[in-house]
């Protein structure tokens, strides 16, 4: 945990949203305003001010003209909250249950993957938040911190495991290993993300962060990794030699840097550089079929929880698969311009799943009351990944921390205020 904090942190309850109001007013009464910004808008503003630019754009930014973006968000005020009255709301209950786990809010952190760009800490400043917070972390595949680092950070704090489905299965297979090793209570299997969306942001920058061996720290602790780099490094180069220019030489420094071993040796090794190449050969696998999923069953005994459904069949064929968990998600945007708003896809395969296995819900998350409306139309509990690492880049682990922990406090407040004192309460008739 980094940074001075001003504040005593407040332990979920009850009474959470009320203690948190307490003590941002209390503070105030001695000239201190939160060192993260509330609003949700103030907050993205501050952020842009303090992350690069090449930062910005890979965290902000989403796929074409960003209209799928701007549709979550479209999409989730259109739902409007109706209050109930004269219920007595005292006291509230504000945990979900999840594979057996009671968790303290349905909030989860999403998995975000290079989570430096952010932050220096990355990922172990994000497991200190969710540790102090008892809120479970989804560890991404593209994460800046081998996974078992991260879990050592989080303790006993409920982790999930993100897959990116590599192109190699031995690889894959091993970071399912790793991450079951590392305690993960389930793998999520990222499914809308097989290719790289067009996202014009990046694009316009030229900057594609696992160039630069930027969040692969997951592939370069692996050690069936290693031998694909090993091998590929081993093979003659058929490219002819170019002198780098100077852009070229930091690069290339960058990558010596965040390659394990050495720096100097790294500079003059031919493998750092097969590491970029060999994960740039194997990170995406168009190929993945429903069938792939028997694979992966027979590797693991934890839950799967697939990522990314966005259409009714597609979570009836994910029954029929036999998975454990459904995560309505778009990706935040960032893969299909034009795509409907993630919260429109949830009511559909909601119903379609009928209670049979949790359904999550992810994208465009920005507020408790966004979550309210999210469990109303038939989530579970929701993830969280552009404002944690907001908060991230503003003020590290404590940054992470007050965002998640505000998001928590309106949740229990919105409850209260709507007549509603556990989140079994909240039903589609909460809503217009």
């Given at each position: ?230 091998e590929r490094a081993s093979r003659p180069r058929q490219d002819a030699p170019v002198k780098p220019g100077l852009a ?185």
């Open positions: 945990m980094t940074g001075d904090r001003s504040e005593d942190p407040v332990t979920a309850g009850e009474s959470f949203g009320r203690a948190v109001q307490a003590q941002i007013y209390r503070a105030g009464l001695f000239g201190r305003t939160p060192r993260v910004p509330v609003s949700p808008d103030a907050l993205e503003a501050a952020a842009r001010r303090r992350m690069s630019r090449t930062a910005w754009a890979y965290v902000a930014g989403s796929a074409g003209r960003e209209r799928t973006a701007h549709a979550n968000r479209s999409a989730l005020d259109r739902w409007e909250i109706v209050p109930r009255m004269l219920r007595d709301v005292e006291d509230r209950d504000t945990g979900v249950e999840l594979f057996g786990a009671r968790l303290p809010s349905p909030f989860l952190f999403a998995p975000v993957g290079v989570l430096e760009m952010a932050h220096q800490e990355a990922d172990l400043a994000v497991a200190a938040a969710a540790r102090e917070l008892g809120v479970p972390m989804v560890i991404s595949t593209q994460g800046s911190v081998p996974m078992e680092e991260t879990a050592v950070a989080l303790a006993e704090t409920v982790r999930w495991y993100q897959l990116y489905w590599p192109g190699d299965d031995g690889l894959a297979a091993s970071l399912v290993r790793r991450a079951e090793a590392t305690g993960a209570a389930a793998i999520v299997v990222t499914l809308d993300t097989d290719l790289l969306g067009w996202r014009t942001r990046d694009l316009d920058l030229a900057w594609l962060p696992f160039g630069r061996a930027m969040g692969i720290a997951q592939y370069l602790s692996d050690p069936v990794f290693a031998e694909l780099v090993a070229a030489l930091k690069t290339l420094a960058g990558i010596a840097r965040r390659y394990p071993g050495g720096f100097l040796r790294n500079l003059t090794s031919p493998l750092p550089r097969a590491a970029v190449e060999t994960f740039l050969d194997v990170f995406s696998r168009p190929a993945l079929t429903w069938e792939h999923l028997a694979w992966l069953r027979e590797r693991t005994s934890l839950p799967i929880v697939l990522k990314g459904l966005q259409h009714p069949d597609d979570a009836a064929l994910a029954l029929d698969h036999g998975v454990d968990g459904i995560i309505v998600s778009n990706h935040g945007g960032r893969q299909v311009d034009g795509a409907i708003g993630a919260i429109d896809a949830l009511p559909g395969i909601a119903e379609r799943v009928g209670g049979r296995i949790p359904v999550l819900f992810d994208s465009g998350i920005r507020s408790g009351a966004d979550a309210f409306k999210a469990l109303a139309l038939g989530a579970r509990a929701v993830l969280v990944g552009r404002p944690y690492v907001y908060g991230l880049a503003l003020a590290g682990a404590d940054g992470a921390r007050e965002v998640v922990r505000n998001l928590m406090a309106e949740f229990d407040l919105t409850m209260a205020l709507t007549g509603r004192t556990t989140t079994s309460d909240i039903t589609r008739d909460a809503l217009r």
